[in-house]
Nanobody, 118 residues
Framework: VQLQASGGGLAQAGGSLRLSCLGS????????LGWFRQVPGKERELVAE????????FYSESVKGRFTISRDNTQNTMLLQMNSLKPEDTAVYYC????????????WGQGTQVTVSS
């Protein structure tokens, strides 16, 4: 499966952005999907995760209450709505997919830059 992330850009603190992840080559229905982010010099961080049925989600403490992850299996897409953005949200954001019974993410998108100015 190929993943393509889009929607990054520049936002002011307190603003919003929405990231999209489009899957191709195979349906995303059978995968757990996640959004990661990475800043230079730091490890990639899991920001949010959603299981195939959309009933189970996970958020890191740093984004809980501000970001919302969702998926549309009919459109083979995943979204990350980011509200109340903070400068510390600045990073390259990646979408990724894993099998629900495995912990390791095996498919990765190319990353999209999010920059939040103060």
């Amino acid at each position: 499966v190929q993943l393509q992330a889009s929607g990054g850009g520049l936002a002011q603190a307190g603003g919003s952005l929405r990231l999209s992840c489009l899957g191709s080559g195979r349906t995303l229905r059978n995968y757990a999907l996640g959004w990661f982010r990475q800043v230079p010099g730091k490890e990639r961080e899991l920001v949010a995760e959603i299981i195939w049925d959309s009933a189970t989600t996970f958020y890191s403490e740093s984004v809980k209450g501000r970001f919302t992850i969702s998926r549309d299996n009919t459109q083979n897409t995943m979204l990350l709505q980011m509200n109340s953005l903070k400068p510390e949200d600045t990073a390259v954001y990646y979408c990724a997919a894993r099998f629900p019974n495995k912990l390791q993410y095996i498919h990765w998108g190319q990353g999209t830059q999010v920059t939040v100015s103060s």
